[in-house]
Every structure is written in C-alpha cells, then in structure tokens.
C-alpha cells in the first residue's frame, strides 16, 4: 500500500465529535467527489472514490448527519491499475434538498454554489476538517523517500482558489497549477508537509513521513562528506603524483645533492613519503615545518622542474 494510501486509510477513521466539523468534512467530500443527477424531478447525489475506508465514512456521514438513506455500489476499472471505485448513492428522497443547501452546495431557491460555505472557514476545528475532507476526496502524497510533494486537485477554478486561501490561513504556502483540464493546489516543503498532515490529524503518518525524511537527511548527509572525502583524497593523491614526478626530473638534471638544503629535504622526505600529506611531511622535517611552507617549497621543485 502506498504511503498515500496509508495516510487516507488513517484520516477516514478520525471522528469529529462536533456536528460542525463533521458538516465541513462531509463538504469537502461531495464538492471534491459528488456529482448531480437529475432524472424528472428526482435528484440523485453520487459520490465516488477509490479508498473503501473513505466510501464508509461518507456513508456514515450522510446517515448520521440527516437520517438520510444511502447505498455503497461497487464498480471495477476497465483501464489502467482496474482498482475498484466505489459509489456513495443518496436516491430521491424528501431531505435531498436540505442536505444540498446544509453543506453549502446549492442555495434555497435550488441555484448550485460554486464558492465554499463561509461557515466552514470560520472556525479552525471546521477548517482542519474541511481540509482533511478535501484531501482524502482528491488529494495525495508522495513518500518522503522521493520527493516532497503533496497536492489536491479538482475541476473547479473557484474551488481550486478556496483550497489555497484555506491553507494560507494554517500559514502553508500554496501553489496552484494547471494540469489538463485539473487545478492543482500543492505543496513542495517537506515542513509544510508535515504541518498539513498535523493540521488534518494524520498523526500516524507524520511520525511516519518524519523517521524516512530524518533517515533520508542522515543519508544524504554521509553520501556528500565520503564525496566530499573521495574528491579530497583524489585531489591529494594527484598532488603527489605530480610532487613526484616534479623531483625525479629535478632529481635526473640537476641532482637533489645541488639543491639547497630545506627543498633536498622536503624532496627526499616527499620521495620516502609518496602518500603522506603535506601535515606529514612538515613533522618529519628537522626542523618541523607548517603546510603553507611545505606547500611552497614543493611548488619551487615544480617551478624547476617545468625550466627544466
């Protein structure tokens, strides 16, 4: 199961006890699932969705909230992964009307609403819940072990607007893009991240995405200090190389006997010392001597041995 998956299976069963944040989730639900179909002057309400754990709870939902009867039908894909959709149906009935209005779908006189009911966005425990509703009706999230990414889409500009000024008052900083005929409303921040799943009380999940992103960071960390070692360790190794071929041109023309005393030192240790680093071989001069002027000495050998 993916951790997307695992995430909605978790929020579906986190119950509001307030009937309030239940009206908001249930909201965010039928706006990012729910269609209309009108036959006569019967109204049937559907609402679709991929996760079984989500189906339930809007069926609950709708029970508990307006009494109301409804039937989950299960449908299979013919394309692409053939997962199973299933399908919240409310068939006519008296109440479909006050359940439209109720969740801010369509006003009294029967004209559909675009724009979220404001009594949802007024206090937090309803925002949290209509933020979580609008996340296991469309959205997911990658693996923290990819890339950070979490995102909600839905066919409506209006509601695509309502979903960013909802999360910019959690203070999440959310971008909208086009993706075919979607909007898409995302986060790309590994903390806002885990402040949104916060927020929408997938707790579980959080502790979850936090140990990959922690392991990854840890990961990431030791792989740049051994390149940055390896690059170290090339950089020095190469040094010598050319340190002592430098001394053995030196060392054929001139002779190391006719150098003065500190480079025929630095030369000779160098020659005994193939891979020892320039700390090294400053402490097995007489004298002991610095890197600087290690560096400097062995960089005159190589200043003669390019004349040479």
């Known amino acids: ?13 986190v119950s509001d006890s307030r009937k309030c944040c239940r009206m908001a989730e249930l909201s965010a639900l039928f706006r990012m699932d729910g269609n209309i179909q009108i036959s006569g002057r019967q109204i049937y309400i559907n609402i679709l969705n991929e ?7 809007i069926f609950s939902l709708v029970r508990e909230l307006f009494g109301a009867q ?19 149906r409310i ?10 209005v109720s969740l801010g779908l369509m006003d009294p006189g029967g004209d559909l609403l675009e724009n979220v009911k404001k009594d949802f966005f007024k206090k937090e425990c309803c925002r949290r819940s ?19 990414h979490f995102e909600v889409i839905t066919n409506n500009e209006s ?20 993706r ?63 340190q002592l071929e430098s001394i053995r041109r030196v060392k054929e023309v001139i002779g190391l006997d006719k150098l003065p005393r500190g480079l025929r030192q630095v030369a000779e240790v160098r020659i005994n010392n193939p891979g020892a680093s320039l700390r090294e071989i400053g402490e097995m001069l007489d004298p002991r001597l610095g890197k600087s002027g290690v560096s400097h000495r062995l960089k005159k050998l190589e200043e003669m041995a390019q004349k040479l």
């Open 91 to 100: 068939p006519p009935q008296d109440m479909t009307g006050e359940i439209l």
């Open 180 to 242: 075919k005929n979607w909007f898409v409303v995302y986060l790309k921040e590994s903390e806002q991240i885990v402040a949104c799943l916060n927020i929408m009380g997938a707790h579980n999940a959080l502790l979850d995405f936090e140990n990959k992103r922690i392991f990854k960071g840890m990961r990431n960390q030791v792989n740049r200090l051994v390149n940055c070692e390896t690059a170290n360790l090339n950089k020095t190794v190469n040094a010598a190389v050319q």
């Open 1 to 13: 199961m993916s951790f997307s998956a695992q995430t909605k299976d978790e929020l579906a069963r």
């Open 130 to 148: 209509y933020l979580r509703g609008v996340f296991l009706g469309g959205g997911s999230v990658n693996n923290p072990e990819g890339t950070y």
């Open 70 to 88: 409804a039937e989950v039908l299960v449908k299979r894909k013919s394309k692409l992964r053939k997962n199973n959709i299933y399908q919240v």
């Open 159 to 178: 509601h695509a607007l309502d979903i960013r000024r909802l999360f910019k008052k959690f203070g999440l900083d959310a971008k909208i893009n086009m």
């Open 51 to 57: 996760n079984a754990a989500v189906a339930r709870k």
